[in-house]
């Protein structure tokens, strides 16, 4: 059973950042991709940002290029959301999700149905 723990979330002021990790453990995982989604209150799951692990390709939602940074390591089976500038709007549970098949093209690892295993989620709460 492949497990997936998300951390780093917390509280912090509209402008400031945060980065979340999250850790795959359990057995040996040899997955495609891994993305952060993220859901807030009344609203629908929606995707975040996504990177394979066998190249650097990765995606962003639109509305978030450039204020957040999807990164991994492979050597500590993890992968990392650096948000910045964040706004009350980010304010989630983010998810983190793994995905076993492999795409040829990336955008494909935006859409949740790709991905086979989730995390619980970390609170990240945005103050304004």
């Known amino acids: 059973q492949v497990q997936l723990v998300e951390s780093g979330g917390g509280l912090v002021q509209a402008g400031g950042s945060l980065n979340v990790s999250c850790l795959t453990s359990?057995?040996?995982?040899?997955?495609?991709?891994m993305g952060w989604f993220r859901q807030a209150p009344g609203k629908e799951r929606e995707f975040v940002a996504a990177?394979?692990?066998?190249?650097?390709?990765?995606a962003y939602a639109d509305s978030l290029k450039g204020r957040f940074t999807i990164s991994r390591d492979n050597a500590k089976n993890s992968v990392y959301l650096q948000m910045n500038s964040l706004k009350p709007e980010d304010t989630a549970v983010y998810y983190c999700?793994?995905?076993?098949?492999?795409?040829?093209?990336?955008?494909?690892?935006?859409?949740?149905?790709?991905?086979?295993?989730w995390g619980q989620g970390t609170q990240v709460t945005v103050s304004s």
């Open positions: 359990g057995r040996t995982f040899d997955g495609a991709a």
């Open positions: 999700a793994a995905a076993k098949t492999y795409y040829s093209v990336t955008y494909a690892y935006t859409a949740a149905k790709n991905y086979d295993y």
């Open positions: 990177i394979r692990w066998s190249d650097p390709s990765t």
